[in-house]
């Protein structure tokens, strides 16, 4: 899920996906990808849907989730002070969290 303020930018970041070939290689459907243009209106698509994984830059946004989703990735260059529960895990970026680098 990938926040947006227009039509424009979510045709730039499923260019960006495509370009990057994870509709091919990577196994992600196009059709799959969901934008939306608020913070609430992320937190309550994730929690409708019921992911076993979910993966956000918003802290406060894993904190509300932390009691529904199985199993979350917080994704900031700046460590939290504490890890907010025992599902949630912190990495600097994906690359780090998945061993790439």
């Known amino acids: ?3 947006v303020i227009d039509d424009e930018s979510e045709q730039k970041v ?5 370009n990057a070939g994870v509709f091919t290689a990577g196994g992600l459907v196009k059709d799959k990808v969901l934008f ?3 913070e609430i209106g992320r937190s ?4 409708q849907l019921e992911p076993d ?3 956000d830059n918003n802290l406060e946004i894993i904190s ?6 199985k ?3 917080h994704v900031s260059p700046i460590k939290p002070p504490e890890r907010t529960a025992a599902n949630v895990f912190n990495s600097q970026s994906l690359e780090q969290f998945f061993g790439c680098i």
Not at 64 to 69: C, D, N, W
Request: aromatic content about 14%.
């Open 1 to 3: 899920m990938e926040r």
């Open 14 to 18: 499923l260019t960006a996906l495509e």
């Open 36 to 38: 939306c243009s608020t």
């Open 44 to 47: 309550s698509f994730v929690r």
């Open 53 to 55: 994984w979910h993966i």
């Open 64 to 69: 509300q989730l932390a009691r529904f989703i």
């Open 71 to 73: 199993f979350q990735l």
